[in-house]
């Protein structure tokens, strides 16, 4: 097990809130395997998870596990140019489940770091066996185009 040290700081001036905005807050976080430390995806506008760009498009495979989860709209595509295409984050819940549920949207340069946990393990299929689908899989699309992202999680340790 490791620990890695999150640290959130929001400031502003009186001038523009009326008030100064003054905020941090730090929290030691206990992780363990398996995590993906600091990647990079081109990620399209595929929602089919089972595809191969699909695949790469799926960064949290479904898990019965709690993780925390960086993602990070890098506002480029996959040439390099600037892209203000909206990143999509989505649950997919199953096979059955097309189009996934939204959660989240990104904007270019935007990020976001949170916990996530699925909360279910593959369900049973009608014979008792445990099903082989992709339960709850964390998957990113891009409203347009291709875009660039930069992500990681880390499994919440016991």
Do not use: C
Not at 131 to 153: M, R
């Amino acid at each position: 097990m490791g620990t890695l040290t999150s640290k959130l700081t929001l400031t502003g001036s009186a001038a523009d809130y009326g008030a100064a905005i003054s905020l941090s807050t730090t929290k030691a976080l206990t992780v363990q395997k398996p995590f993906v430390g600091i990647s990079k995806v081109v990620i399209d506008t595929t929602t089919d998870h089972d595809s191969a760009q699909g695949i790469l498009n799926t960064i949290l495979p479904n898990a019965n596990a709690r993780r925390f989860l960086y993602i990070k709209h890098n506002g480029i595509d996959n040439t390099g140019a600037s892209t203000t295409a909206n990143l999509l984050v989505k649950n997919f819940e199953g096979e059955d489940d097309a189009n996934g549920t939204q959660i989240m949207v990104l904007k270019s340069g935007e990020w976001a770091f949170f916990p996530y946990d699925n909360g279910t393990a593959d369900p049973l299929n009608a014979d008792g066996a445990v099903s082989d689908d992709d339960d709850n899989a964390l998957v990113l699309q891009a409203a347009s185009g291709t875009i660039e992202v930069e992500y990681s999680y880390y499994t919440v340790g016991d």
